[in-house]
């Protein structure tokens, strides 16, 4: 039997990056998944289910969850690791790059996270696992409004393990270090090259290293660990 045999998960940003390799981690362990990302799917499996939804937008988060729902009566794992960044001083970001920052890394899990335990409350048994930064750690320049929606994903992680406790839904945080994807493509090479670097861990994060914690937060041994954070790279 694999791992994620017969579970049901949720994914977001399941096209591309870390919610991609998560997907299929998941779809490998013989899990049925439901991704939702802005754009058309780009997982070809039988047993992955994609919803385009633009969760900056309550209302298309409200939405998906109708497609959730008649999808499956129930979610065991959801994974958010959909979010934006944009990279800039606080003198000259745009507002509107601020928003959508707030919006798809701090609204949107919150949405997400309820409408999935809604789901969970059913079996009584639920696992949330939320994406977050070595930002908030390394409080870099430039990433003033990011870091502080990652710092905020662990605060709203936290009180939602209280919350859900009853339900027998726990509730964690990944803050992961640096990998290659679209994400860190928008910085510059020198300052990445810089962060890794002055990690104690000095390299990047490997698809293991991020789905080893993944496992960790996600397995049935697990239900006593809630609210808690794993930074990878050695930060603590
Ligand atoms: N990569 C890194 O080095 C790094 C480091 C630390 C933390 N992280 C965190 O890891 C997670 C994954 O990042 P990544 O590097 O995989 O990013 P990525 O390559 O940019 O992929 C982001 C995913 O999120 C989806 N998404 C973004 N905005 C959305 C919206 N409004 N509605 C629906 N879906 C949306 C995208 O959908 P589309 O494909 O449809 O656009 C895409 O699938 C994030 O939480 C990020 O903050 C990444």
Redesign the pocket.
């Known amino acids: 039997m694999s791992a994620y045999d017969s579970h049901l998960v949720l994914v977001?940003?399941?096209?591309?990056?870390?919610?991609?390799l998560l997907t299929e981690h998941f779809l490998a362990g013989g899990a049925r998944v439901v991704g939702?990302?802005?754009?058309a799917s780009t997982i070809d499996h039988e047993a992955y289910f994609h919803i385009s939804?633009?969760?900056?937008n309550p209302a298309a988060v409200a939405d998906a969850f109708k497609q959730v729902r008649a999808l499956t009566p129930s979610l065991d794992i959801v994974v958010n690791?959909?979010?934006?960044?944009t990279s800039q001083y606080a003198l000259i970001m745009p507002a509107a790059s601020a928003e959508e920052m707030v919006q798809?890394?701090l609204l949107?899990p919150f949405l997400v996270s309820r409408e999935a335990a809604k789901m969970m409350r059913a079996r009584k048994w639920g696992r949330i696992i939320n994406?977050?930064?070595?930002?908030v750690r390394l409080e870099p320049i430039g990433d003033s409004m990011y870091a502080a929606t990652?710092a905020g994903l662990t605060t709203l992680t936290n009180i939602l393990a209280k919350e859900l406790a009853p339900l027998n839904i726990t509730c964690n945080t990944l803050g992961?270090?640096?990998?290659e994807?679209?994400?860190?493509k928008k910085l510059p090479g020198d300052k990445v090259a810089a962060v890794v670097s002055g990690l104690p861990l000095p390299r990047m994060?490997t698809p293991n290293d991020i789905c080893n914690v993944i496992d960790f937060f996600a397995s049935p041994r697990s239900g006593y660990i809630s609210a808690q954070t794993i930074y990878l790279g050695g930060l603590s």
Not at 36 to 39: E, F, M
Not at 53 to 56: E, M
Not at 131 to 135: F, L, R
């Open positions: 977001t940003g399941s096209r591309r990056g870390v919610g991609k939702i990302a802005r754009g939804a633009d969760l900056a690791s959909a979010a934006v960044l798809v890394n949107a994406v977050s930064s070595m930002a990652k992961i270090s640096a990998i994807t679209d994400m860190l994060a």
